[in-house]
């Protein structure tokens, strides 16, 4: 009976999401030992980055999840479907997961459609012809599917990896830094494939990552983890938008704003984006399928004025209140927290023109963001 | 130069002999190299030894033993005479029991390597995509310890082709029963036919080179085709 996928009570299955706790201790040293602690709940939808420095706990956790680390007690229950609890450990044979791990692990005595082959024959559902010739195409491997990994690129090993997770058809993706073993060049070649898997499978997707440019472009929650133990989750732009987390170095830290594209300026190849809270001009970023464009804002490119200006370079003015002023890691530098609408802005100045502006928590201001600095 | 009708039937009992442990050893030595591939326990350490013995001991000892256990007072032998098959010493069953000892380390360890050379992670992979153990021995484990599976079998069939002392001790030499041809060169020197020795001895010297020609190929091969795992 213990291996058998039982439903929980109608309370708690009427809440979706992922709910689990985990706990377990490892002696690193001969005097350290790593405490991991995890609680969390997390949406069952979208995509949801588990985010934190190396030796945190991001792979554990997701470990854990997909039942390959025994004998670790814990508690999990996936969309109200229980997985494990103290008396129930569904296999990971029998949980319905994909998981892409950091390399991409596919079998090598199986050609690249005998690797996605080999998912469809094990998944439960009936054999879906068209679902194969989505993730194909989705994931761009028509080209490759009768070649052996060891002729495979490390990009397109990858991809047929995700491929082959997506066509177990699972409720629940888990992604291990499915990036981390490529170059930048593969990475950036990969990142638009994840970004149209996001849009075009209804999944929801677990990515560990401890690259912040990944997180922006992908997530839509964020898991961030220090040393065993959950530091901070929530929404992407909302945490995005916090100065007290660990989310990079100072130099690059900056908010998250998502946006809608209102017009394209043919002209001056700029569009004008509508967020929550204002309008800004952006270089133009041909994008025929999605008309909205998620952008980060760097700190470090927003300024401060008392008054709007219409003598400057700047295209992009908006006013909004100072809601939190930081010190930065730098003795120089605050970081100055700012509402505009409904969204969050952070702006990175020096304590001199901190003083001279004499800037305070719930003042109205015009802030200013270059153009050319603005990064989807 | 030809062979005798007496030679050529212990050319077939050895290689009747020698399949028939091949077969049974792989089904034998497969869940066991398995198990000493994955395990972290403790008895790891005890039992290798006892599976590497053979391949130190000399098969007198093997066969000394081997024989009081399989005789009519020995625990093997009490057991065969319990479900009426009578004694093994000295009958090709007897034979096949003790090439088995004596060819363990031969085919646990090849296939015990290349299990450990594929790692966890293609087995975690597998259970991510619902295959259950059984299912990911047959479709993972198995074709990709392929080459140890062959070199297994290839060095156990050809150790107890060439074994002889062992079979001495256990299987005396019964023409057609337990008379192998490294007996029979032996009795044909012991009766001073030089000749038939020299055929016979020529024999075996041609394929235990044809067979490790067969296996060194094989073993360059599989580096060239880069079975490796990781990257």
């Known amino acids: 009976m213990a291996n058998k996928i039982k439903t929980l009570d109608t309370s708690i299955e009427s809440a979706r999401g992922i709910k689990a706790r985990f706990q377990f201790s490892v002696k690193q040293f001969a005097t350290e030992t790593f405490t ?26 997701l470990r854990c999840i997909a039942g390959l680390e025994k004998n670790i007690s814990g508690c999990l229950s996936v969309n109200g479907e229980l997985w494990q609890d103290a008396s129930v450990f569904v296999p990971t044979h ?39 010739e989505q993730v194909i195409s989705v994931m761009g491997i028509e080209s490759i599917l009768s070649q052996f990994p060891q002729q495979l690129s490390g990009g397109e090993k990858q991809r047929v990896a995700i491929a082959r997770a997506l066509l177990s058809q699972p409720r629940l993706l888990l992604m291990d830094e499915p990036l981390a073993s490529l170059d930048n060049a593969r990475k950036y070649e990969i990142l638009p494939y994840l970004e149209r898997l996001r849009s075009s499978f209804n999944i929801p997707i677990l990515y ?33 938008s916090r100065a007290d987390l660990p989310l990079g170095v100072s130099n690059e830290l900056g908010a998250i704003l998502d946006c809608k ?23 133009n970023v041909e994008n025929k399928h999605n008309t909205t464009q998620r952008i980060r804002v760097l700190a470090s490119d927003v300024s401060l004025t008392l008054s709007p200006h219409s003598d400057s370079s700047i295209l992009n003015a908006l006013s909004g209140e100072i ?35 004499a800037l305070a928590v719930g003042q109205i201001i015009w802030i200013q963001i270059k153009t050319a600095a603005i990064l989807r | 130069m030809s062979l005798s009708d007496a030679d050529m039937g212990t050319i077939w009992l050895t290689l009747r002999l020698a399949s028939t442990v091949t077969i ?68 090709f069953w007897g034979l096949v029991v003790a090439s088995m000892v004596y060819s363990l380390p031969f085919v646990v360890q090849p296939i015990q390597n290349a299990i450990e050379a594929i790692g966890n992670r293609p087995l975690e992979a597998a259970a991510t995509l619902g295959a259950g153990p059984i299912d990911c021995f047959f479709s993972v484990v198995l074709p990709l310890a392929k080459p ?5 079998s290839i060095l156990g069939f050809a150790h107890t082709v060439g074994e002889f002392g062992i079979v001495l001790m256990i299987g005396g030499s019964i023409p057609s029963e337990t008379r192998v041809v490294s007996v029979q060169i032996y009795d044909h020197v012991e009766a001073l036919e030089y000749a038939q020795a020299h055929v016979l001895s020529g024999v075996m010297v041609i394929f235990s080179f044809l067979v490790l020609l067969t296996l060194y190929t094989f073993q360059r091969k599989r580096k060239a085709v880069g079975l490796t795992y990781g990257q």
Do not use: C
């Open chain 1, 94 to 132: 029998k949980r319905s997961l994909g998981y892409v791990f950091q390399e991409a692990s596919l079998f090598e005595h199986l050609t690249a459609m005998g690797n996605l082959r080999y998912a469809i024959k094990r998944n439960n559902q009936a054999a879906n012809s068209q679902l194969l």
């Open chain 2, 148 to 152: 140890g599976f062959m070199t297994a």
């Open chain 1, 261 to 283: 594209v209102l017009e394209r300026d043919k002209q001056w190849h700029l569009m004008r984006v509508a967020f929550n809270g204002g309008e800004l001009w952006l270089p």
């Open chain 1, 36 to 61: 991991f602690d995890i609680d969390l709940t997390i949406p069952g939808q979208g995509v949801t980055a588990l985010f934190g420095e190396s030796g945190s706990g991001k792979t554990s956790l």
């Open chain 2, 24 to 91: 049974l050893l792989l089904i034998f030595a497969t869940p066991l190299a398995w198990w000493l591939a994955r395990t972290q326990s403790w008895f790891k350490g005890p039992i290798s030894a006892i599976v590497a013995l053979p391949l130190v001991l000399p098969p007198t000892v093997l066969g000394f033993y081997l024989l009081l256990a399989m005789g009519p007072n020995g625990a093997i032998g009490q057991f065969t005479q319990a479900i009426g098959l009578g004694t093994l010493p000295f009958t």
């Open chain 1, 208 to 240: 560990v990552s401890h690259a912040v440019d990944e997180i922006v472009r992908l997530a839509d929650h964020a898991v961030i983890l220090r040393q065993g133990k959950v530091i901070a989750q929530g929404g992407i732009t909302e945490l995005f």
């Open chain 1, 323 to 357: 809601v939190d002023i930081i010190n930065d890691q730098n003795p120089a530098m605050v970081l100055v927290r700012l509402k505009v609408g409904k969204s969050y802005l952070l702006a990175r100045l020096t304590q001199k023109s901190l003083q001279k502006l």
